[in-house]
């Protein structure tokens, strides 16, 4: 495996400002999630993906989140209009399909400053 | 709501002493339950899991956990621990909804381990 692949690592924007994190997952896994963390937090389910299918979403996934994975590959998480609350590491995971070891493999995260 | 609760927020131990984290989930129905753990500096990685079968579940390093269904716990353990366990562990839960694979996988809050050589 290559592993779940993130960028940017790090973002620093203003409030109000649009971020997009992309998380390219492991080639073979079609499955790909979207988690959120905040210090002293474990990670919060935001959506996930069956191939380019959007499964299931979180409340906490507002109107200004958007995910999309359009070719059932790569995916990427949109914020619009930015508030000092959305900072936070965003994480992305990618599993094999059902019924297999069931294990997420997580990526190393997208950290989003929000000044 | 699914939750998932670890007793611990921060433990120190010396090295070769024995570790046991504590875990609880809320949940009334099938659930597959996990371990997952994060040196520091790099990503999440799983530790153990159980799906069903044997209640008592050895994973990577040397941990294992135990599945009390009666007390919805999921308690980690492990015998003698090194200064290289010194990580972030995670317990999560999810409904075993579909022949084991995970949607919504709701974490704990994490528990911090210093191992002091």
């Known amino acids: 495996d290559t592993g779940v692949s993130q960028n940017p690592r790090h973002k620093i924007t203003k409030r109000g400002q649009n971020v997009t994190f992309r998380c390219d997952p492991i080639s073979e896994h079609n499955r790909l999630y979207w988690y959120r963390q905040t210090l002293g937090q474990g990670p919060e389910f935001l959506t996930y993906f069956q191939n380019e299918a959007q499964l299931e979403k979180s409340r906490l996934l507002s109107d200004r989140f958007s995910a999309e994975r359009p070719k059932g590959s790569f995916s990427t998480l949109e914020i619009q209009r930015t508030e000092q609350g959305d900072s936070a590491m965003y994480l992305c995971?990618?599993?094999?399909?059902?019924?297999?070891?069931?294990?997420?493999?997580f990526g190393e995260g997208s950290r989003l400053t929000v000044l | 709501a699914q939750s998932v609760s670890q007793h611990n927020h921060h433990v120190i131990l010396s090295e070769a002493a024995s570790l046991e984290l504590g875990c609880n989930y809320s949940?009334?129905?099938?659930?597959?339950l996990f371990w997952y753990v994060q040196y520091p500096g790099q990503h999440l990685q799983l530790l153990l899991k159980y799906f069903s079968g044997d209640p008592l579940v050895k994973g990577i390093k040397g941990f294992e956990a135990e599945f009390i269904k009666s007390k919805f716990s999921f308690n980690l353990r492990k015998p003698s621990v090194q200064w290289s366990d010194t990580a972030e562990y995670f317990c999560a839960v999810n409904a075993g909804r579909d022949g084991g694979s995970q949607g919504n996988l709701i974490f704990g809050k994490g528990t911090k381990l210093s191992v002091k050589p």
């Open positions: 949940y009334g129905g099938t659930v597959n």
């Open positions: 995971a990618s599993s094999r399909p059902p019924g297999t070891t069931g294990e997420l493999f």
